[in-house]
């Protein structure tokens, strides 16, 4: 058996063809989705996402804003341009980029955003919101690689899934997303004992890990639908996943690629996210005057 590659830059375009049409619809209705990023410091791979976040906004016709931070500007006059973000009609998701200097607490910041701009899903309001299945932002990695599964109509249904990395921004949004989805789940980490024994029976793996090499194809079940959400540099600059592509692909049914499978797809569900917010917040005001902006 050889995998379909999954080909995420091309679900991407799609889905921001998407973006793009209900971005134009709110448009007629004199609204633009507008999205606010907050960064501190000069993390070089944060400046990338965030020029990437941005670009990605006027592609689709969204208007952004940058708001860029000395890294040692103080937590309070972060927590101040929030406010005025969250009071802000033109500004329907606002996103901070991690990570933040350690003088600021992440949390304290993540809880600052109102809930209904929380474009990132990472307000406990909306972590709450996915675990008790009424999700409204969802987070955009696991988002994205939902809409991979749907775009291949992959089933999930009663199906086996495997999720290795528990983290809060993948692994465990990830898991809840596809138990909600009728899943039976499963979720590993570096202290699992034996990844293998879980590994070998998902009918879908998901790896999100962040090592690379990590699932090789003895651990992977024949058929096995496999999403490789690792991102990992390699010394001589290349980018791979944790799935050992080339091997993995001889024995699964589906697989995605790095790069070109599911990163194009996080920017994109940002994307969506904004503008959903901005759909329900016309929702609530109802119908502009062609004047008001
Ligand atoms: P993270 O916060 O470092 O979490 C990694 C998770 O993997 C943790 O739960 C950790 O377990 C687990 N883990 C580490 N080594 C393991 C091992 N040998 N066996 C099993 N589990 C192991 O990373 P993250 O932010 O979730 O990101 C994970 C990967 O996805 C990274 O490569 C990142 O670059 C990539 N990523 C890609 C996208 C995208 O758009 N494609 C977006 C976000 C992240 P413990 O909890 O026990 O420490």
Known sequence: MVAKVIDGNAVARLVRTECRQRAETLKARNIQPGLAVIMVGNNPASGVY??????????????????????NTGQAQVLDVIDGLNRNPAIHGILIQLPLPPHIQVRTVLEAISRDKDVDGFHLYNVGGLVVGDT????????????LLEHERIPIEGRNVVVVGASNIVGKPMALMLMQKNATVCICHAKTRDLAQFTILADILVAAAGVPGL???EVVKTGAVVIDVGINRLPGGGLVGDVDFDQVRQKAS???????????????????????SAERFAGREGPRPASST
Not at 58 to 71: A, D, I, K, P, Q
Not at 255 to 275: A, K, S
Request: hydrophobic letters at 35%; proline letters at 10%.
């Open 254 to 276: 589906y697989i995605t690629p790095v790069p070109g499978g599911v990163g194009p797809m996080t920017v994109t569900m940002l994307l969506c996210n904004t503008v959903g």
């Open 215 to 217: 699932i090789k194809h």
């Open 50 to 71: 965030v020029r990437n976040k941005v670009k990605a906004c006027e592609e689709v016709g969204l208007r952004s804003e940058l708001h860029h931070f000395h890294e």
């Open 136 to 147: 409204v932002f969802p987070p955009c990695t696991p988002y994205g690689v939902q809409r």
